[in-house]
Each structure stands twice: as structure tokens, then as C-alpha cells.
């Protein structure tokens, strides 16, 4: 009797070893059957399983055009691995906020990856949380295209903005962490703040409609003025960004034209602001056509306070950001 326990015994810790034996031999496996990609021309490195494909072209973004980058690992029974890589919006804080940079690059990157992805597919995006890695601005969304569902973690650089995509169409958390894990970024080192005039303080707008509004995101840091700017027959001094510096800034009638066409996003409108504060000159920088105009006619409505250089009122030239969001119908 106490023979057959042996043998039982023997036998049930054979069949365990072998089970952890081969678990091992899979995990091992797993792991060969990756490798670490860092293109050259790029910022990242990432963790990837052999054999990706590269694609490159260049795709149009309203007046710009985009330069497209896509490293992807694809099977048809098995998850999406892949890396997005996008530039042509450059980083001009005097324009725009990062984070509104960072809007325009999803947009494009949402229509542009779920027709790689699935013909005649519409990505869903949904956002999950701000991100940085390095110090670099992103997000993280949760991303589904047709019958695959993950996550895609977008961030900027001063150069190029980057996403990194799992898709699968059933749940595995292991592998997807392993992969989103290993993106790699280089640090980023912020660049001196630019140099404004200081001026009296501004209330900035609340309450604003969805349809059409007035940003109020970006306010650099104030500073000493450039007096070398400020003599008599010289160019109005520079305010930046001006949304949190005004003490009226009316928010725009979205355009019918606008609506149909589902015209969306950011305009920037140049403006300048004479000694009492109205303005006297806009024109747009930025933005999509069909919502220029009405950006550009509530900018000549704005209104601010003076601004005061060593007592006396001078000439501001600054712009101003307006937000349009989805129309509602």
C-alpha cells in the first residue's frame, strides 16, 4: 500500500515539473520571438516581435501635410503590435498649446491608422488619462477599431508625435503591458520661456459654449519687457498667447457652411491691441477654412486692458485661440 503512494506520488510531481518545464520552454520561446526596434531617423525604441513591416508616405492635414511613419506586427488570428510615427505640425507656443498640437496630431492619426488597419473602418477613441513619459505630453486612449479592441498611448516631441498601439480581439493584458512598457522616449529639455510684456491683470472668459470657444490653455509666463522694442516708431511688443489676458473675448457664431462641412478644431488669429486695449488689426495664422472667418470677426470684438510699459500704455501684437468643437448637429 505505501508502494502505490510512492508511485502516485512520484508520478503527480512528474506531471508538475513537466507542466513548469513546459510553461518555461513557451515563455522562453515568447520572448525570442522578439526584438528591439530602433529605427534609424527616429526618437523611440520599443520592444517588438520580429518580422514588422514599414510603411512611410506623406498624407494631407487640412493646408499641411504630414510626413507617416508606421511600424506594425500583424497577424490575421493573432494581436496588433504597432508604432505610428507623424510630423509636419511643429511646436510654436506662441501659436498653441502642446496639448492642442497633440489634439491635432490624434485627429489625423485616428482616420489615417483605422484604414491601415481595416478598410473602411472608423477608429473609436477614448480617452483614458494624461500621460508623459520622459516629459513628454501624451494620453492614453482606449482604442477600438472593428473587431479589435486595446490601447493607444500617444505623446509628443519637439520634433515628431508618436503612438503606440496594441489591438487584439480577445483580452491579454501580459502581452500588452510588455509591449507598451518597453517605449522608449529621450528626455525632454524644456526651452527658455519666451519674453513678454507685463501688463495689467485680465479676467478671461467662463461659461463658454462648446460649439466655438475661446482657449484660455496656453498663458506664457509674464516677464521684464524688451525695451529695445518699446522706443517710439518700433514694432508693438509681443504678449503671446492673449485668451487669459482679455477682459471681454466674445466666442464665435459657428458658421452654417462650418456645420454641414463638420468642420472641427483650432484657429489662431494674429491680432494687434492698440494703447487703449481694442483691436486693431486680425487676421488668421492657423485652422481650418471654413471657420477663419467667424474666428477672425469675434477677434475684432475682443477687448483688453491696457498694457503699461514703465507707465505708459503701448501697442500689444499677440494671438489669440479659438477651440471649435464637433458640431452638434
Known amino acids: 500500500m505505501q508502494s502505490l503512494s510512492s508511485k502516485v506520488f512520484a508520478i503527480a510531481v512528474s506531471l508538475i515539473l513537466g507542466l513548469l518545464t513546459l510553461a518555461s520552454a513557451q515563455s522562453t520561446a515568447s520572448t525570442s520571438d522578439w526584438e528591439t526596434l530602433?529605427?534609424?531617423?527616429?526618437?523611440?525604441?520599443v520592444l517588438m516581435?520580429?518580422?514588422?513591416?514599414?510603411?512611410?508616405?506623406?498624407?494631407?492635414y487640412h493646408k499641411m501635410e504630414l510626413n507617416t511613419r508606421m511600424y506594425i506586427s500583424s497577424r490575421p488570428?493573432?494581436?496588433?503590435?504597432?508604432i505610428v510615427s507623424l510630423s509636419g505640425?511643429?511646436?510654436?507656443?506662441?501659436?498653441y498649446t502642446e496639448m492642442q498640437r497633440v489634439n491635432s496630431y490624434v485627429d489625423a492619426f485616428k482616420n489615417l491608422f483605422a484604414a491601415r488597419i481595416r478598410k473602411d473602418a472608423v477608429a473609436k477613441l477614448t480617452l483614458v488619462g494624461e500621460k508623459t513619459l520622459q516629459g513628454n505630453s501624451g494620453r492614453e486612449y482606449r482604442l477600438t477599431i472593428a473587431e479589435l479592441t486595446g490601447t493607444a498611448q500617444v505623446y509628443a516631441t519637439r520634433k515628431?508625435?508618436?503612438s503606440i498601439?496594441?489591438?487584439?480581439?480577445k483580452k491579454d493584458d501580459a502581452i500588452q503591458e510588455q509591449f507598451l512598457s518597453s517605449f522608449v522616449l529621450p528626455e525632454k529639455i524644456d526651452e527658455p520661456s519666451v519674453r513678454v510684456a507685463s501688463e495689467t491683470p485680465a479676467t478671461a472668459p467662463v461659461n463658454a459654449p462648446p460649439s466655438g470657444t475661446a482657449s484660455a490653455d496656453a498663458d506664457p509666463k509674464q516677464d521684464e519687457p524688451n525695451r529695445s522694442t518699446t522706443e517710439p516708431g518700433r514694432a508693438p511688443i509681443s504678449g503671446g498667447v492673449l485668451n487669459g489676458k482679455a477682459i471681454s473675448l466674445p466666442v464665435p457664431e459657428y458658421p452654417a457652411i462650418a456645420k454641414q462641412a463638420k468642420a472641427s478644431g483650432t484657429v489662431a488669429v494674429q491680432v494687434t491691441i492698440d494703447e487703449n486695449g481694442s483691436v486693431i488689426s486680425a487676421h488668421a495664422v492657423s485652422g481650418h477654412p471654413l471657420l477663419q472667418a467667424?474666428?477672425?470677426?469675434?477677434?475684432?470684438?475682443a477687448k483688453f486692458s491696457p498694457t503699461l510699459l514703465m507707465g505708459e500704455p503701448v501697442k500689444v501684437t499677440g494671438v489669440i485661440v479659438y477651440n471649435f468643437g464637433e458640431p452638434l448637429n
Not at 505640425?89 to 501659436?95: D, Q, S, Y
Open 89 to 95: 505640425i511643429k511646436a510654436n507656443p506662441a501659436l
Open 294 to 301: 467667424a474666428a477672425v470677426a469675434a477677434a475684432r470684438q
Open 38 to 45: 530602433r529605427p534609424e531617423g527616429e526618437e523611440f525604441s
Open 165 to 169: 498601439v496594441y489591438l487584439n480581439a
Open 77 to 82: 488570428a493573432g494581436p496588433v503590435f504597432a
Open 160 to 162: 515628431r508625435f508618436y
Open 49 to 60: 516581435p520580429k518580422g514588422s513591416t514599414f510603411e512611410s508616405g506623406k498624407e494631407p
